[in-house]
């Protein structure tokens, strides 16, 4: 198995664990959330413009730093910082969409809706997903595009 099959096993492994988390926070989020209290909209829109920030972020570092790694990997499927930087870039991308299930559990935690909260969860999810690891891998084990 080469490089990029074994980064790219490596970096679903962490997909699935960080999707695994989602769901224990939605868990979590119903277990701890009180009952009779409200949270304040003014800090509701805060949280929620904090995780679309988060999502924005995420979106310009993939769109600039991404490409770059993808070019560099087609050209060498064999080169290790290109390896190394696609998944950085893409681990960064996953941390930051858990970050908005993170903001979902304390809307949830603080008095929140599950309907002002579910809709965070469900947003990591789909980020997650569309964000996840692809790398085009040959017979061989070697990544022979990168697909972003």
């Known amino acids: 198995m080469g490089q990029g099959a074994a980064s790219l096993r490596r970096m679903r492994v962490l997909q699935a664990v960080f999707m695994a988390i989602v769901v224990l926070y939605g868990y979590a989020a119903e277990s701890l959330a009180p009952r009779g209290v409200e949270l304040d909209a003014p800090l509701f829109k805060g949280i929620a413009i904090a995780a679309a920030c988060a999502v924005l972020l995420a979106y310009f570092m993939r769109r600039k730093k991404l490409s770059p ?26 941390i930051l969409a858990e ?5 979902g559990l304390l809307i949830r935690i603080m008095g929140g809706s599950r309907g002002a909260s579910w809709p965070f969860f469900l947003v990591a999810l789909i980020l997650m997903v569309i964000w996840g690891p692809r790398l085009a891998v040959d017979n061989r084990g070697s990544a022979t595009k990168a697909v972003q």
């Not at 990997?73 to 996953?94: G, M, Q, T, Y």
């Not at 970050?99 to 903001?103: C, E, I, M, N, Q």
């Open 99 to 103: 970050a908005v299930a993170l903001f």
């Open 69 to 94: 790694a993808l070019e560099k990997l087609r050209a060498n499927s064999d080169d290790s910082e290109a390896l190394k930087s696609w998944r950085s870039i893409i681990l960064v991308s996953l």
